[in-house]
């Protein structure tokens, strides 16, 4: 068998990534608490790793696969959403170091645990077990599927696509089932390195395929002087009142904002909070959002992805990312491989940390709190081996078995995971959000997304429920539909409830956080600039202001001659509004100490979130409600899909 | 050195190697099959910079090389010397690729010698070999 030599260098650096993680996962299950700490390593990695690792699980592989694509296909309106790392970091510093001292000072291990110790509401436990379910299984499917999708290709047809989907799963599951959490958090700082690089290296490649800088600007020149493109280098308006996003109009900056609204979630997601727990310290949550995820990571996607994008679009290629390593690797194979498996590590970093925050949430936080109380930690481990090895097994099927159903599902995990932005505000700041209210507002806030995005238009289509509208009606991305359910959902609750504060809960984390001392700006003024630049960073970035960059540095069908700058404005535009928000975030995360450490040990009460010990045994009574309440849910379904279905 | 420190620093070695590694590995190839002596120069550098972030690393967490990484390296360029002299002998190797072997061997091999003479002196960085064995390493 004659391998070619893009086959032989995709097999020599896979298995140099490959003897890398499984290595260090070794390394780190031989580590003396080990076997305790499988399913997490709450305040065991340095805060340096935990910044690099969670900026790679914030991009994971999905904004180098999809940003490109979005521009190839949709234009620079699309480039928007190169944007959404400042949204991203903006919510990591206003919640991170809050999540971290509250779970310190009060013994939570997760998300889960955060939410239900403040909120004294079980419901979080299983909202947020739920999430990180989804995290690992539908989103990292998506994933999956596209990187098993481009090795296949890659590999000439060395691989079929099912193989490769199945390999790449092997790949990350030896490490994981290995290695447990502290592993996956280590390896994820090495991942995001490595994801790094090959950003770098596929920007490097489309300047290089594409001539220069320069000549890809005047090829996109030629385009923009055609009318007929006019909607590839403007954003089309704020707002289009129609059905669906899906008409073909292109993106309006409300569906920049509400998008990018989406990709923040996942810094409000479970597994954000479980490798954020996972710092020793809260000395790099500043450093890790200002300078690895808004400036280092946002000036790669602002103009090192949105460049591939702007090379798929120069020589119509739709798919950006797969076209440019593969007519990479007709010439030099070693660079495609070593881009490859940069994106493969970007995957790995996210599927590795949510598939274990999956197995601790539903292990940990849902069944031995609600069915098994008395269960040993050793046991619960053991049962957390086993959940990770399903929760994957379930990804590769999914990935390889129902490419339709995984494309639906994974397309929910972050507008779901931005639901949890309100309560996790709550919990860090607005102290009238009062547990009722978050826990309604998030569900309110899941059903609304999930009713306007694909999986719950099908969903209803089955039940013979045909809703008016189509997926992301308006141009508002299901994320801000359900964001704005969730607020107002909280809003009606609290006027309408007894006024009182949320709970005891909040009296004792204001007290808490007032003895760590308020964070004062160092001069009058600066509280209220700053919020007032946030404002109008959110209006003029990914706001109804990006109208402004189809105009701003030249006209966008001017061609390249009316380009000032020589390359499309509303790109300009884009890189613009990433620099200022760059010196945003650092303003709010630095000079108003939002995301600085407090410079005071935080000693743990006594007595943790877990709370105390309840009936010993399994809790028949509660399995038997789960159990049902799942068949009257079937049942129900059935019933409707049977009676008004087709 | 405790677990989890030694788990930190492999952590950031071989996120320094890499990424430069890879960038080597791939302008060295570039080099060579294109035959531009400059690409394969850019290699070379990644190469050095590669091996200055290790040290970086290394001084970060303040060690030194362990006896496993120093035997690594030395088998590592014995190794690229050795495939370079076979092929050069055996199959006439380009004169470009030529160039490129000798430039990488010698700028390992210079690099590796300054950083001892730096740390330990001229005379000294010839007496590590022994003064390793008798000492041990890291770990």
Not at chain 1, 411 to 422: D, E, K
């Amino acid at each position: 068998m004659n391998l070619t030599a893009a086959q032989i260098w995709l097999i020599a650096f896979g298995t140099a990534y490959v003897a890398a993680t499984s290595f260090w996962a070794r390394q780190c299950s031989l580590r003396e608490k080990g076997a305790r700490r499988y399913l997490s390593a709450t305040g065991e990695l340095p805060g340096w790793i935990v910044a690099l690792a969670l900026a790679a699980v914030s991009l994971s592989a999905w904004f180098a696969l999809g940003l490109p694509d979005a521009v190839a296909r949709d234009g620079f309106s699309g480039a928007g959403l190169a944007l959404a790392t400042i949204p991203m970091a903006l919510v990591g510093v206003a919640t991170f170091k809050r999540q971290w001292q509250t779970a310190r000072r009060f013994g939570a291990r997760s998300q889960a645990q955060l939410l239900a110790f403040y909120y004294r509401s079980r419901g979080f436990a299983w909202l947020s077990g739920g999430l990180a379910a989804l995290f690992a299984v539908a989103f990292a499917a998506l994933q999956l599927a596209v990187l098993g999708r481009l090795m296949a290709d890659l590999s000439g047809g060395g691989i079929a696509p099912e193989p490769a989907t199945w390999l790449l799963s092997l790949m990350t599951f030896s490490y994981v089932i290995v290695g447990g959490f502290y592993a996956a958090g280590a390896l994820g700082a090495l991942q995001c390195v490595l994801l790094a690089g090959g950003v770098v290296g596929l920007a490097i490649a489309a300047g290089e395929l594409g001539g220069g800088f320069a000549a890809i600007n005047f090829a996109l020149g030629k385009l923009a002087e055609v009318p007929a493109n006019a909607h590839l280098f403007q954003v089309s308006g704020v707002v289009r009142f129609v059905a669906g996003a899906d008409d073909g109009g292109g993106w309006t900056a409300a569906l920049v904002l509400s998008t990018a609204l989406a990709l923040a979630g996942v810094q409000a997601s479970p597994i954000a909070t479980q490798l954020l727990l996972s710092a020793r310290d809260d000395r790099a949550v500043a450093a890790g959002q200002t300078w690895v995820l808004a400036a280092f990571f946002g000036g790669l996607c602002a103009f090192g992805l949105v460049l591939v994008g702007a090379w798929g679009m120069a020589f119509a290629s739709k798919d950006a990312v797969g076209d440019l390593l593969a007519r990479l690797g007709a010439g030099s194979p070693w660079f495609m491989a070593a881009i490859y498996f940069g994106l493969v590590a970007g995957f790995q970093a996210l599927a590795a940390v949510s598939v274990l925050t999956a197995a601790r949430g539903l292990v940990r936080d849902i069944f031995v709190p609600d069915f098994m109380p008395d269960l040993s930690g050793e046991t619960a481990n053991l049962i957390g081996r086993v959940a990770v090895g399903l929760l994957m097994l379930v990804s590769v099927l999914l990935a390889t078995r129902a490419p339709a159903a995984t494309v639906s599902l994974g397309a929910l995990a972050l507008p779901f995971a931005a639901q949890m932005l309100p309560a996790l505000v709550g919990l860090c700041w607005l102290r009238w959000i009062m547990p009722p209210a978050a826990l309604v507002g998030a569900v309110v806030g899941l059903a609304v997304v999930a009713l306007t995005d694909s999986f719950g238009l099908a969903l209803m289509d089955f039940v013979g429920l045909h809703l008016p509208w189509g997926r992301w009606p308006w141009t508002i991305h299901s994320a801000g539909w359900g964001l704005a359910a969730n607020a107002a959902t909280i809003l009606v609750i609290t006027a309408i409830a007894p006024a009182r504060r949320a709970s005891q809960r909040a009296a004792t984390l204001d007290e808490f956080f007032a003895g760590l001392g308020a964070p004062r700006p160092p001069a009058r003024g600066v509280s209220s600039a700053a919020w007032s630049a946030a404002l109008a960073w959110l209006f003029a970035g990914v706001g109804p202001g990006l109208l402004f960059g189809n105009f701003a540095f030249g006209q966008s069908g001017g061609g390249f001659g009316g380009w000032l700058l020589g390359m499309p404005p509303l790109w300009a535009w884009c890189l613009l509004m990433w620099s200022l928000g760059v010196i945003l975030v650092w303003l709010v995360a630095y000079r108003l100490r939002l995301a600085t450490p407090a410079g005071v040990e935080i000693p743990p009460i006594e007595s943790g979130p877990e709370g105390r010990k309840r009936a010993a045994g399994l809790r028949v009574d509660h399995l038997e409600a789960l159990l049902w309440a799942l068949s009257g849910a079937g049942a129900l379904i059935t019933a409707a899909a049977w009676t008004f279905g087709h | 050195m405790d677990t989890d420190r030694y788990v930190e620093h492999g952590i950031a070695v071989f996120a320094a190697w890499g990424v430069f590694g890879a960038i080597a590995v791939g302008f060295l190839m570039e080099g060579i099959s294109r035959e531009a002596y400059l690409l394969s120069l850019v290699g070379v550098a990644a190469a050095i910079a590669g091996f200055v972030a290790h040290l970086l690393v290394n001084a970060w967490f303040g060690l030194t090389f362990s006896r496993a990484e120093g035997g690594l390296g030395l088998a590592a360029l014995g190794l690229v010397t050795l495939v370079f002299t076979v092929s050069w002998l055996a199959s006439g190797l380009a004169q470009t690729t030529v160039w490129t072997g000798l430039t990488l061997i010698a700028a390992l091999i210079a690099t590796a010698f300054l950083y001892l003479a730096t740390r330990f002196g001229v005379r000294g960085a010839f007496s590590q070999y022994h003064g390793r064995r008798e000492g041990g390493g890291r770990r």
